[in-house]
C-alpha cells in the first residue's frame, strides 16, 4: 500500500524533457509576395512555415535530419548570432531579415539584418530562402488541386524545376498532393502521369 501511494509523487517528481533548440527565421518585406514569412526548425528537423505573425495553424512538416544539421551547423558558426550581420553598406531594401536562436532552456538571442556579407549567414539565408520557396510550391499545388484543376500541371512544372535545381526542402510533404492527383480522373492525363512520376521519383531518389 505505501509503494502504490507514493506512485503519484514519484511521478510527480520526474524531471519534464527539455524542448530541443529551435532556429526562428523571419522576414519582412512590404511589397513584396509574400510581404512577410517566418520558418522556426527544431534540433529535430520538426519545422512550420507561416505567413502571417499570427497565424495558429502553420503548415507542418519534417526535413530530414541531415539538412536539420546543416542548419544548426550554420548557427554554431555564427555563435548562436551574438555578433552583429549587417554588412553596413549602402545597398537597396531587401527586406529585415531575423534570426533568432532559442536554447533547451529558452534562452535566445536574435539579429537583424538587411544585408550581410559574412558567408555562414548568406548560407544560412539560402537554407530558409529555399525552404520557402518550397512551402510556396505546395501551397501553390494544393490551391490547384482544390480549385484550379487546369492549372495543377503548371504547379507541378514548378515543382521539378525547383527539384531539379535542389532547392526543394522536405519532399516528401508533397506526396499527399501528388497521389490525390495521380488518382483522380478529373485531372488531365498529362498532369496525372507528371504527378505520379514525380511521386515515384521521390519516394525512390537516385
Known amino acids: 500500500m505505501r509503494l502504490l501511494a507514493l506512485a503519484p509523487a514519484m511521478m510527480l517528481a520526474l524531471p519534464i524533457a527539455a524542448a530541443p533548440p529551435k532556429m526562428t527565421f523571419s522576414k519582412s518585406f512590404p511589397g513584396s509576395v509574400p510581404p512577410y514569412f517566418e520558418i522556426t526548425v527544431d534540433r529535430t528537423g520538426a519545422a512550420e512555415y507561416k505567413e502571417d505573425p499570427k497565424d495558429e495553424n502553420p503548415l507542418k512538416f ?52 538587411n544585408y550581410s556579407e559574412d558567408l555562414e549567414a548568406k548560407t544560412l539565408l539560402d537554407w530558409f530562402e529555399r525552404i520557402a520557396e518550397s512551402e510556396r510550391c ?69
Open 62 to 113: 519534417q526535413m530530414k535530419q541531415a539538412d536539420a544539421d546543416a542548419i544548426f551547423g550554420l548557427v554554431d558558426k555564427l555563435g548562436h548570432f551574438s555578433r552583429p550581420l549587417e554588412s553596413g553598406l549602402k545597398v537597396a531594401n531587401m527586406g529585415t531579415k531575423t534570426f533568432r536562436y532559442e536554447d533547451e532552456s529558452g534562452a535566445a538571442k536574435e539579429v537583424k539584418f
Open 138 to 206: 505546395l501551397i501553390d499545388l494544393e490551391r490547384t488541386v482544390r480549385f484550379d484543376k487546369l492549372g495543377v500541371q503548371d504547379s507541378i512544372l514548378r515543382i521539378e524545376v525547383e527539384r531539379d535545381q535542389k532547392r526543394l526542402i522536405a519532399e516528401e510533404q508533397f506526396l499527399p498532393m501528388l497521389d490525390r492527383v495521380t488518382k483522380g480522373e478529373s485531372y488531365m492525363h498529362m498532369a496525372r502521369a507528371r504527378a505520379a512520376a514525380l511521386a515515384e521519383s521521390i519516394r525512390a531518389p537516385k
